[in-house]
């Protein structure tokens, strides 16, 4: 099924490097606080994709890092699939460090907290993830046309 006019153009729009200029520096910020004034029950983000407000500890400092983070249901309530494109830039997201240094972390998941591993996929396993992504959300691959560097892919499995 295609998706709706409304989605291919939030897709589309998503894709350019305008919005991979201006987009991590609002849409954090934003659902953050939004976040917090429901109690975990709204990420605007969500309405574009599902979310999770990923907490990691610190790669380097070990103190707890909240991230809002588009995400990709696998098993509802049970995985998830984390892309770190960062939106197309260049370099990877910090929360990525922080789960290859402390892969034990927490989700906030429809107002719920879910503790969780997080393994960082690769070779067939991350290719197979990689397709579903895309037919998921196809600006990932604008994002990791834009880039050298391979956008890791985390499974997010509850503890």
Request: proline fraction near 8%; charged fraction near 20%.
């Amino acid at each position: 099924m295609a998706p709706a006019a409304g989605a291919r153009l939030v897709q589309k729009v998503s894709s350019t490097r305008l919005f991979a200029r201006v987009a991590p520096r609002v849409i954090p910020a934003l659902d953050r606080g939004v976040h917090r004034l429901t109690r975990g029950k709204v990420l605007l983000s969500a309405r574009m994709l599902p979310g999770v407000i990923l907490t990691s500890t610190g790669a380097r400092s070990g103190l707890p890092r909240r991230t809002p983070l588009a995400c990709m249901p696998e098993t509802v309530g049970r995985s998830w699939i984390l892309v770190g494109s960062n939106f197309g830039r260049a370099g990877h997201p910090a929360w990525t460090h922080n789960l290859l240094a402390h892969p034990e972390a927490a989700v906030s998941w429809k107002g719920r907290d879910i503790p969780v591993t997080a393994v960082l996929l690769t070779g067939e396993e991350r290719a197979a993830a990689w397709r579903a992504v895309l037919a998921f959300w196809p600006p990932y691959a604008a994002y990791q046309e834009r880039v050298e560097r391979e956008i890791r892919l985390f499974r997010l499995t509850r503890r």
